[in-house]
């Protein structure tokens, strides 16, 4: 079954990219990116590069919206076919990022890219991709990562590519599952990679004491692995702890802070499922507050606040 991009005639994709939507997602019957604001006076917005945003935060910094449209029905500019997926777009410079799969002639994921304003399919890079032993098998989960020239896709098998944003060229890969033993959790891989400066840091769940792993960005070499345990679905990211950049990672086993350019675990807090691994949303921080709350399915809510990062959270 196809499914579609879709783009409005703005100056602004990246402001426009506010919501995906899904109908019927089971059946991974259509898919559109819908463009639900426009900007007014301004020429060029922010990009969209990774999972919720810049900073990761789901923050949308623009000014100048339009308050109304000038219509009941907005028209698309562009629509682009895509197989089916999970994974939200992403967007740098004139490029929109997304991965789907096919099925024939053989099964592959995929990683695609389109130009912004035509909606012409500038390149496509597949890789032979045989799902096992994943519920709801449509696709790839995870949202693309650019940074300096490279797009970061992480599949639901743990394939991990590394590729060139201008012309698709690989540049380097991993196949996760089968370097570090990662035990694919039963919906897939689905945390999006996460850059910090010169690494690109994944949440697979690898063996021995690899549920997180760091890379090289320009070459691929591994760099460091944290944590042992299983992979939940919660992509890690970053935060400022005590004037210093830190990673939480939200693993099936561990609440953790993580240096992340050394892989150093800084802090950890236990968190063991009752039934299943299950943590799914990304962890919200309150940089005011100094405090972070988890959500998850049959686990509920658990709201920590941060001290040293020396020490351990305080559940609260």
Known sequence: MGSHLKNLPLRSVPSSLAMFHRSRPLDGIVATVACLFTLSGIGRADDWPQWRGPDRDGTWKETGMIESFAAPQLKPRWSAPVGPGYSGPTVAGDRVFVTDRVAAPEEQERVLCFDRLTGKQLWSHGYPCAYRNIDYALGPRAAVSVHDGRAFALGAMGHLHCLDTMDGRLLWNHDLAAEVQADIPIWGISAAPLVYKDLVIV??????????????????????????????????????????????????????????????????????????????????????????????????SHLFRLGSVSSAPELL
């Not at 063996?207 to 890690?236: H, M, N, Q």
């Not at 691994?277 to 399915?297: E, H």
């Open 203 to 300: 949440q697979i769940g690898g063996r021995p004491d690899a549920c997180v792993i760091a890379f090289d960005a320009a070459t691929g070499k591994e760099r460091w692995r944290a944590l042992d345990g299983r992979a939940s679905y919660s992509a890690p990211r970053l935060i400022k702890q005590d004037d210093r950049a830190v990673a939480l990672a939200w693993t099936g086993q561990w609440f953790a802070g993580l240096d992340p350019a050394t892989g150093n675990v800084l802090w950890k807090q236990p968190y063991k499922p009752n039934r299943m691994v299950i943590n799914v949303p990304d962890p919200v921080f309150d940089a005011a507050g100094g405090r972070v709350f988890l959500s998850a399915f049959y686990d509920g």
